[in-house]
């Protein structure tokens, strides 16, 4: 399923029926989840566990766009790191093909992220404020590719013009504080992409932008999965996004998992109530229509 | 007479020698008694900037460069020091998006409210524990809290809690108007939606005068009586709530309101606005939605479009709201 | 509704072509950092008041040979004069112009604090960084060291770690007061950097390949200078002031001239006795001018790193 985008609008449509999508890298892997649980000793109370993530377990198959979807406290930021390798999960697995994921160390975890990459929440912090762009994104072109100082600078502009920032030559000399929400969101892809990553995990990437740039950042998204294969597990607590960039969503409530299924399924015809309220919680300005003083 | 005049609010704000940032551009404001007003639009649009200068909280580098500001007749946009606060108490109050966490971790809630009430007290009024329990108790029931609330800490309560204190908190001193910034951002999303409809079921009960600060544009709709939207630090569309739904406004309402859809629907079409917001530095001349806007006119760039009518409120566009002398018979909207 | 997404509009003439592609980071080089935060610092009221008065201290030590009248060490006067025509500050007990000494003195005092200052820095920098950012055994360990140095007095230690060293010279002084001050700069900046680890921009530096060493000294450290530098002046002050102390507790080495040898002469020599009160001000509040000068130069770091304590 493709996500059908208009080029010349600044809409972004849902992944519609089924059409031809060009194949995820050859031999990219699914990543696969198997009764991942997280638990953390609290604080003070000896003994007392805190459980953020309660036997979670999914595929991300190649080239499928997962949404992880639930509100603060669901676990859902936890299962990001455990995912990215940021943490280890405390039972479970949690592999990339070969790799098992759970039990990564440094050496390994640098070449897992040659594959597996995060996009950030906060465009505000996900950014060294007196780094300018260029040297951001040229980092991991650097590191991970190797490339000297010209071919990563090619690289770098190739990668911005991908991104939508252009001419790539005006933003490369640029600091954070210079650019808007959207545009530093872009950055932030432009840096994860370097390195041509199989999946990406978004964590809420436009949940602290205006919603008027939100679009903009989504129908990159969705691009960027077409043009290149690309896996994507997006993460929000927002229905509104998930519907757009997702074809397969997942509901979290306090580290379980309560409801999956088909995007558009699920959002018309919830069957848990956790569900029902993340749907209430849309913000709809038309549903003010209907609704109104009582 | 109008609660609140507010006419020619200008307000700069100068964050390091030589900066000056025009946050809010001539704005008119005027408000009746007992009316629930929104004032919405996105980051760097002014709103903030708008609602703490009608409350004279605005703090330096951001100062009150021109314009007057009358409530109930007093002119407070001189007013200083003592003057000031005395102005506090049943004037206007100013419920922050952090106010939850205004609240100071070593003292219960109840000691929040004496403190409220004891600073702000007036001549022969009971200030014993007793009362104090008592008006405490009173003022969280306003916002569907018990009074078993009154010794805990804050870190005892959960976020939607503590909002709903800072609520009651702003209450306490029977304000007449009160400005709600940002309100519930800050809260999880399960929870804004309750403490949204605490805040309307207020406001009604209590008939005070109300401004909403929101970038989201749902939460306004539905709560409030009538809207402004700001953009680029000037209000560019005035209109009855539920009348922006329909008809045709200015394009950057039009553009915000094709942002949103309804996630259950079997077509979704989201729009976006492409470009950025305006750089408040530079100076201005025509309308600050020029560069982004899909029906800009040449005239667009050059002069400043004034408010005029469009439907039942007012627009400032050349295109939509063209400047003739009946449309600019429109002092204030209604 | 359609939204037919216009053309962005180009860029203010004279500024979209020329944006240089300039070097790969912005961690501006150290002469253009150093510029702009000069500039910060002299328009901020007290930072420029200590600016200037710093500029005046170091301006009479690199000038000292050519601003003072007579030899410092010369012992060619007649002793415990008062200041007159040819003395201005009077003579000491050996019969030395002290007018001299004041400005030959300028010299040691603001080496020491300086180099002090500076060397104490480094080690609070190094150890706070590492104790900040890396969590665990070493992080445990560095700590405790930390508090440890904190713990002890510093000028006890200091006098018994003077007292102790055989070879008496300016350096012994450095390498004590550097030992003994690092340790509250070095709590500060791991604060600091266990704030800032957290924040995504590392976690992203991370995930963009980069290793340890580049995490701590290219992302983290550049975000601290201010703090760094207004830890640099709070030593560079507890320098000066224990300088002097040590001096004039006689565990410096006597031949060297610096404020803090005249007062220790000045106490040996009775010069309150003998009625010389000058040779006692004049070292005191020039010690006190200089690490005035210091503290008011670290207001002004504090504005550059918080802009709400910048003045209009």
């Not at chain 2, 094709?258 to 201005?284: F, K, M, T, V």
Request: proline share 7%; net charge neutral.
């Amino acid at each position: 399923m493709s996500a059908d985008v208009d080029p010349a609008a600044g809409h972004v449509k849902p992944s519609g029926s089924s059409t031809a999508q060009p194949p995820a890298p050859s031999g990219t892997p699914p990543l696969v989840l198997q009764g991942v649980s997280k638990t953390y000793a609290v604080r003070g109370r000896r003994g007392a566990l805190m459980t953020a993530v309660d036997e979670v377990s999914f595929t991300v198959a190649p080239g499928a766009s997962i949404g992880l979807v639930g509100a603060s406290g669901s676990g859902k930021s936890t299962l990001a790191k455990m995912i990215t390798g940021s943490e280890r999960p405390t039972t479970g697995s949690i592999t990339f093909g070969d790799i098992d994921v759970g039990r990564l160390r440094s050496g390994g975890l640098r070449t897992y992220h040659t594959k597996v990459q995060m996009v950030f929440q906060d465009p505000y912090g996900a950014l060294n404020p007196l780094h300018t762009v260029e040297y951001t994104v040229m980092r991991p072109c650097q590191n991970f590719l190797g490339m000297s100082g010209h071919k990563a600078m090619e690289r770098m502009h190739e990668l911005l013009e991908i991104v939508g920032l252009t001419p790539s030559a005006q933003y490369a000399a640029k600091l954070p504080h210079q650019l808007s929400g959207g545009q530093r969101q872009r950055v932030v892809i432009a840096r994860a992409l370097a390195c041509d990553p199989a999946l990406i995990v978004a964590d809420e990437p436009v949940s602290m932008l205006d919603v008027s740039l939100r679009a903009g950042v989504l129908r990159l998204l969705a691009k960027l999965r077409e043009e290149r294969g690309l896996s994507l597990l997006y993460i929000t607590h927002d229905l509104l996004s998930a519907r757009v960039v997702t074809d397969h969503i997942l509901v979290l409530n306090k580290g379980r998992l309560v409801e999956q299924g088909p995007t558009k399924q699920v959002l018309q015809h919830p069957q848990n109530e956790y569900t029902v309220q993340l749907l209430d919680a849309v913000a709809n300005p038309f549903a003010a229509a209907s609704a109104g003083p009582a | 007479m109008a609660l609140l005049e507010a006419r020619g609010v200008n307000v700069v704000y100068e964050p390091s020698r030589g900066q000056r940032i025009w946050s809010v551009r001539d704005v008119d404001i005027t408000l009746e008694k007992g009316e629930f007003v929104g004032l919405v639009g996105e980051s760097g649009c002014g709103k903030t900037t708008l609602g703490y200068a009608l409350t004279r909280m605005l703090r330096p580098p951001a100062r009150l460069e021109s314009g007057t500001i009358t409530f109930d007749g007093v002119d407070i946009s001189t007013l200083t020091g003592e003057r000031l606060r005395q102005q506090r108490r049943n004037g206007v109050a100013l419920v922050l998006q952090s106010g939850m966490n205004a609240l100071n971790p070593v003292r219960t809630m109840e000691h929040h409210f004496g403190d409220v009430l004891k600073a702000h007290g007036r001549e022969g009024e009971d200030l014993s524990d007793g009362a104090i329990k008592a008006r405490g108790t009173e003022l969280l029931g306003n916002v569907r809290l018990d009074s078993d609330v009154l010794p805990r800490y804050p870190h005892e309560l959960s976020g939607g809690m503590r909002q709903r204190i800072s609520i009651a908190l702003a209450l306490a001193l029977e304000p007449r108007m009160v400005v709600f910034d940002e309100p519930t951002t800050a809260l999880d999303v399960i929870v804004q939606g309750a403490v949204m409809q605490t805040i309307q079921d207020l406001q009604r009960e209590k008939k005070f005068t109300a401004i909403l600060i929101s970038h989201d544009l749902g939460i306004v709709l539905e709560a409030t009586d009538r809207v402004m939207v700001m953009y680029g630090g000037q209000i560019v569309e005035e209109q009855p709530s539920k009348d922006l739904l329909y008809g045709k406004h200015h394009p950057y309402t039009e553009a915000l309101l094709n942002c949103y859809a309804d996630p259950r629907a079997d077509e979704i079409h989201l729009g976006g606005i492409p470009g950025a917001p305006p750089d408040l530095s530079r100076p201005q001349s025509g309308c600050p939605f020029t560069p982004r806007c899909p029906l800009a006119l040449p005239i667009c760039a050059e002069e400043d479009p004034p408010l005029a009518r469009l439907g039942r409120g007012a627009a400032a566009c050349h295109v939509r709201a063209p400047a003739t002398r009946a449309a600019m018979e429109v002092s204030s909207v209604r | 509704m359609t939204i037919v997404t216009p053309v962005p509009p180009p860029e203010a003439p004279g500024r979209a072509t020329q944006i240089p592609i300039g070097g790969p980071s912005a961690v501006p080089g150290p002469l253009r950092f150093l510029g702009r935060a000069v500039r910060t610092l002299w328009s901020n009221g007290k930072g420029r008041i200590g600016l200037v008065l710093l500029a005046l201290i170091a301006a009479t030590a690199l000038l000292a040979p050519v601003l003072a009248p007579h030899s410092p060490k010369a012992t060619s006067f007649p002793p415990y004069l008062n200041p007159n025509g040819t003395n201005w500050f009077g003579t000491t007990g050996n019969g030395q112009d002290v007018f001299s000494q004041m400005l030959y003195g300028a010299r040691v005092s603001l080496l020491v604090g300086l180099t002090a200052g500076l060397a104490a820095t480094l080690v609070a920098v190094t150890i706070g960084l590492i104790a900040g950012y890396r969590t665990g055994v070493i992080d445990e360990v560095l700590s405790f060291i930390t508090n440890l140095a904190l713990v002890i007095p510093s000028l006890p230690l200091m006098i018994i770690l003077a007292a102790y060293v055989s070879h008496r010279s300016v350096w012994t002084i450095v390498i004590v007061v550097a030992f003994t001050s690092w340790a509250t700069g070095a709590r500060v900046i791991r604060s600091q950097a266990l704030t800032l680890r957290n924040r995504e921009f590392i976690t992203s530096a991370v995930f963009s390949g980069e290793r340890l060493f580049r995490v701590v000294f290219r992302e983290i450290l550049p975000n601290m200078t201010s703090l760094v530098a207004g830890s640099f002046f709070g030593a560079a002050t507890a320098a000066v002031l224990a300088e002097a102390s040590l001096e004039f507790l006689g565990l410096g080495d006597p031949n060297t001239v610096s404020w803090g040898t005249i007062l220790y002469y000045a106490q040996q020599q009775n010069a309150l006795l003998t009625g010389q009160w000058v040779i006692v001000f004049a070292p005191g509040l020039a010690i006190a001018l200089l690490a005035l000068s210091f503290t008011l130069v670290n207001f002004g770091v504090d504005a550059l790193s918080n802009p709400r304590l910048r003045e209009k």
